[in-house]
């Protein structure tokens, strides 16, 4: 029969070491490595690298954090502490879009957060924070966990693809040093020519009829219709004109 594979400790079962002499901290270690992560991405980070940035040896960050893995799930961990989430009013819809906006905050914040996220869930204390209160927040539409749990990661799935997209054009601007403005410009040229071609009346109908809105509409928009279907799922009213549920 062979061996089965030892599974690692997740660091959230572990006692903390602490050194007599505490030159570093997990936290001081993980605020740096947050940092090479958010300007840099997380290919940039690796243990040399943050002992680098801390000018401290690889090995001392070892006394700290097992590898890079654990330092990740520690750093996913930090990063949504930031997003404290609103106080539950107990109108569902309400409380569920205050969660999605939450999210929206902190993955635009760590643009390398989405990524890990979207994988495997997230374990530490802040992010089962995070979770509990999402539930909660679907608890006020239904008492059926397994609906509320396909609702949370509906309304989470929602954000990291809108959010990937926001990201993408930060990054096509970062890549290009072209604004979105710009590159408008540069693309208007083409653009006349194929209104005026008149081959795809629909898609000329939007260019010359339709309103540009940014990111912030797009989200609220995108927003605003799943929470109509979720509504629909879960037996309840569609909004009043409020935007609330009745």
Same mark, same amino acid.
């Given at each position: ?6 599974v690692p400790a997740l660091v959230w079962s572990k006692e903390r070491h602490t050194p007599k002499r505490q030159v570093l901290s ?68 309400t409380d569920l879009a205050d969660v999605a906006r939450g999210q929206r905050t902190a993955l635009l914040r760590h643009p390398w ?9 997230? +374990? ?5 924070? #995070?979770?509990?209160?999402?539930? @909660? ?9 397994? +609906? ?21 054009? #930060? ?54 219709? +799943?929470?109509?279907?979720? @509504? ?15």
């Open positions: 029969m062979a061996e089965e594979k030892s997990v936290e001081r270690i993980v605020e740096v490595s947050i940092g090479i992560a958010d300007s840099e991405g997380l290919d940039a980070l690796s243990m040399r690298r943050v002992a680098t940035d801390l000018r401290s040896g690889t090995t001392s960050l070892y006394r700290y954090v097992t590898g890079r893995d654990e330092l990740l799930e520690l750093m996913i961990d930090t990063a949504r502490a930031a997003a404290a989430p609103e106080p539950l009013t107990g109108a569902w819809r957060l989405g990524s890990v996220l979207a994988s495997r869930p997230a +374990l530490g204390p802040n992010s089962l924070r #995070q979770m509990d209160h999402a539930l @909660a927040a679907v608890g006020a539409a239904t008492e059926d966990i397994t +609906l509320a749990s396909d609702v949370v990661s509906l309304v989470f799935d929602y954000v990291i693809g809108v959010v990937s997209r926001e990201l993408a054009e #930060q990054e096509a601007q970062r890549r290009t040093g072209m604004t979105e403005e710009q590159w408008r410009s540069s693309v208007s040229p083409y653009i006349h020519r194929i209104v005026e071609s008149g081959a795809y009346p629909q898609f000329a109908r939007r260019v010359i009829e339709a309103e540009d809105h940014g990111f912030d509409h797009s989200f609220e928009f995108g927003l605003a219709c +799943l929470l109509d279907g979720i @509504a629909t799922r879960v037996g309840h009213q569609p909004p009043d004109s409020d935007g609330r549920g009745r």
